[in-house]
């Protein structure tokens, strides 16, 4: 099956630094979502990004599909941007394929 | 507020009791999926239904089942509890199919002592 990889596992940044999170997907795909899951355990759905780039505020998105790898940027990080991020690609039976996700912890 | 809601927020039980979770999406969305995230395994999809019919199923052990209601509420049955179903259970909605995009509960934490 799919298999997803994200790095890197562990991020500590200060506040105000910018981060780039990576995620590797060893087949073609036509659904990839970026989601945060905060201190709290809750899951929010940032990006569907199956091709192309997409910005929401402070963070933006790149899939290139062809090439099998979504990037997400996240700028001007703050404290509260802290948690795990999850990348999600879809396979050919419709279930979504995780990565080990990327745990961001941003210092004040 | 993802418009996800689901019951309850925490269950503590004992090894070979039975459990339900509850789910309801958010208004309009026709898709359930059901997903759980422990320590080991991480995120993992059980199983989805689609105006209540079972559309995909993913790792859901035997011991499982779920149903998607007329109202499109669903459930989330375990029973013969064992230690290791000890997780956080999600749930999620969406429009329609499994390409839309998906938004979650606040998640059922299991603990089977």
Not at chain 1, 50 to 58: C, F, M
Request: proline share 4%; aromatic share 10%.
């Amino acid at each position: 099956g799919i298999q997803v990889e994200q790095s890197p596992p562990d991020l500590i940044l200060q506040e105000g630094a910018n981060s780039t999170l990576r995620c590797n997907f060893s087949d073609s795909v036509n659904n990839l979502q970026w989601f945060h899951q905060n201190p709290w355990g809750q899951l929010i759905n940032l990006f569907y990004i199956p091709s192309g780039t997409k910005q929401n505020g402070r963070l933006s998105a790149t899939t290139v599909a062809t090439e099998r790898y979504s990037l997400l940027y996240i700028s001007s990080s703050q404290t509260t941007d802290s948690g795990v991020y999850f990348c999600a690609v879809m396979d050919s039976n419709y279930q979504l394929i995780w990565g080990a996700g990327t745990k961001l912890i941003i210092k004040p | 507020d993802s418009g996800v809601t689901q019951t309850p927020k925490h269950l503590i039980t004992a090894t070979g009791q039975r459990v339900t979770l509850r789910c309801s999406p958010r208004s309009g969305d026709l898709s359930v999926y059901w997903y759980q995230q422990s320590l080991d395994q991480g995120l993992q999809f059980l199983i989805q239904y689609y105006n209540g019919e079972e559309r995909a199923k993913g790792n859901i052990l035997e011991r499982f089942s779920a149903q998607q209601f007329p109202d499109l509420h669903s459930e989330l049955n375990l029973s013969s509890l064992e230690l290791g179903d000890s997780a956080l259970y999600f749930c999620a909605s969406s429009v329609g199919g499994s390409s839309d995009t998906q938004y979650f509960g606040p998640g059922t934490r299991l603990t089977v002592l």
